[in-house]
Every structure is written in C-alpha cells, then in structure tokens.
C-alpha cells in the first residue's frame, strides 16, 4: 500500500470501530452518541456513513477503505468485437474511408454505429498485410471475350496530342483500356 493510502486507513479504522460500539452500545466507551464521535475527529456523520456503509460491503477489510478509481473500467467502453469484425471485413473488401464506413454501417447499428475516429482506430488495431493492401478490381461483361483492363493514370498536361485527354485541374488523365481477347493496348 501506499503511504496517502495507509494514512485513510490507520485514519478511519479507529474511527469505524468506535462507530459500531456506539451502535451497538456496548460498554465501556469513549462517546455515548455519534455526534460526539463526529466533532471529536471533526467529520460530518454523512461521511461516517459513507465510509461505514463501504466498510461493511468490503467485509471490513482495509483496502475497501480506499476510494475507487475514477473513470470506465479499462475496455468497457470499446467497439463489440462482432462490430470490429464486420467493419474490417468491409474495410479490406471496398477498401473505404472512415466517412463511407460509417454510412454504409448508420442503417444496421443505428446509434451503436462507431464514429469515423474510431473506425480510424479499428483499422488501425488489426492493420492490412501488404497483399492486403492492394484492392484488386475486376470489370466483367457479358461474354467472356470481353474482359476489359483499365488503368487511370495522372500525368502533366503535355502528353502527346494522339492519346486520349481529359482535362481536369492542371492534371490530365490517360485512360488505357486492354481487352484480353486482343491483347492490344495503348502503349508510351
């Protein structure tokens, strides 16, 4: 223990023995009423019940004494492990942000829906592997000839004029779509 906590006990101890001598008037002792007892240690007999009533339920043990500690209990207020699952399972199948994880989750959870810091915090917890991190997307059509590649790429704006341009902010986009079935491409 330390020494700020062995001082409330060697403190109140006495104090709470007196206390039930008073109550259960047992004789010899020293203050007839608890009036007495509480102008002699100079506390009001609202504390003195407090901290009788918390000896009492520690079955007059020492550390009962002692005050509790301040806050939630370390874990108590975090996400249900099921709602981790769930949120992770979205994050490394869409690959989305916090914002988007958090509206595409408001029409399940409703008000146990996490906020977006915590949904940063989750992601964060169990992090991606590097072949996770890399979102695969596949675009298929109807027939299976017709599977297209497509890569977005941003460059300067002095690509050649050939090329298909689209203008946007300083930056241009070069789109470069591949069919399988061809297997021909537009190359730099």
């Given at each position: 223990?330390?020494?700020?906590?062995?001082?409330?006990?060697?403190?109140?101890?006495?104090?709470?023995?007196?206390?039930?001598?008073?109550?259960?008037?047992?004789?010899?002792?020293?203050?007839?009423?608890?009036?007495?007892?509480?102008?002699?240690?100079?506390?009001?007999s609202?504390?003195?019940?407090?901290?009788?009533r918390?000896?009492?339920?520690?079955?007059?043990?020492?550390?009962?004494l002692?005050?509790?500690?301040?806050?939630a209990?370390?874990?108590?207020?975090?996400?249900?492990?099921?709602?981790e699952?769930?949120?992770?399972?979205?994050?490394?199948?869409?690959?989305?942000n916090?914002y988007?994880?958090?509206?595409?989750?408001?029409?399940?959870?409703?008000?146990?829906?996490?906020?977006?810091?915590?949904?940063?915090?989750?992601?964060?917890?169990?992090?991606l592997?590097?072949?996770?991190?890399k979102i695969?997307?596949?675009?298929?059509?109807v027939?299976?000839?017709e599977?297209?590649h497509?890569?977005?790429?941003?460059?300067?704006?002095?690509?050649?004029?050939?090329r298909?341009?689209?203008?946007?902010?300083?930056?241009?986009?070069?789109?470069?779509?591949?069919?399988?079935?061809?297997?021909?491409?537009?190359?730099?």
């Amino acid at each position: 223990m330390k020494i700020s906590q062995q001082v409330i006990v060697k403190r109140w101890k006495p104090i709470l023995e007196e206390y039930e001598k008073i109550q259960n008037k047992v004789f010899p002792r020293p203050f007839r009423f608890v009036k007495a007892l509480c102008l002699a240690h100079y506390i009001s007999s609202k504390e003195l019940r407090r901290y009788y009533r918390k000896w009492q339920e520690g079955k007059k043990q020492d550390d009962s004494l002692l005050p509790a500690q301040r806050g939630a209990r370390p874990g108590s207020r975090r996400t249900p492990k099921e709602i981790e699952r769930n949120i992770l399972k979205a994050y490394r199948r869409f690959g989305s942000n916090r914002y988007e994880l958090v509206l595409l989750f408001k029409p399940y959870y409703l008000d146990k829906t996490p906020s977006p810091a915590t949904m940063d915090r989750i992601k964060k917890r169990y992090p991606l592997n590097p072949a996770q991190k890399k979102i695969i997307k596949h675009y298929e059509k109807v027939t299976p000839g017709e599977l297209a590649h497509i890569d977005l790429t941003k460059v300067d704006c002095t690509p050649p004029p050939t090329r298909h341009i689209y203008r946007k902010n300083k930056t241009c986009c070069i789109i470069k779509i591949t069919s399988k079935k061809k297997k021909k491409g537009v190359k730099w």
